[in-house]
């Protein structure tokens, strides 16, 4: 059976992902600091730990593969078949003559990569407030779609 302060700490250590919104890489550095200073005492601390970490690292993964897959979906569909000398003129930056048509699969892609990052955002926030009552609760929560990567 958790204690009071286990379940808190735990809560606490899911919780704290949610500081990626106010402070940079808030997500790791606080839960990190949560589980390293109760995980050789607590079981149930050493597991949500590895939990937060494990689903952190793995959004990151995500992100950047689809960010990888859109950013270059982008670039290709607008400047393909532009030469320079119709995108800059007298110091404006000017887009003429764009054909979607030709671009179509490379826009779909890059859009298709977006609204999934956005997804995956937005089930990070529900999934992170789901996980820390399931842990208050005293309940062992494994996140979906994560990567063992601290075993």
Not at 75 to 102: A, C, G, K, W
Request: hydrophobic share 45%.
């Amino acid at each position: 059976m958790e204690t009071s302060s286990e379940k808190n700490i735990a809560t606490f250590t899911h919780l704290s992902s949610l500081t990626q919104y106010f402070i940079p890489f808030g997500n790791y550095i606080f839960p990190i600091v949560l589980w390293s200073t109760k995980k050789e005492e607590s079981t149930f601390v050493d597991h949500h730990g590895k939990q937060v970490l494990n689903f952190q690292l793995s959004l990151l993964l995500y992100s950047l593969l689809l960010l990888v897959i859109a950013v270059p979906a982008f670039i290709i569909s607008v400047f393909q078949d532009m030469p320079l000398s119709t995108l800059v003129r007298e110091n404006h930056y000017t887009i003429e003559n764009f054909n979607f048509e030709n671009h179509i699969v490379a826009l779909t892609t890059g859009f298709v990569c977006i609204a999934l990052l956005a997804v995956l955002k937005v089930s990070e926030f529900f999934l992170i407030i789901y996980a820390s009552i399931k842990a208050s609760s005293g309940e062992k929560y494994k996140y979906p779609i994560t990567i063992p990567f601290i075993k």
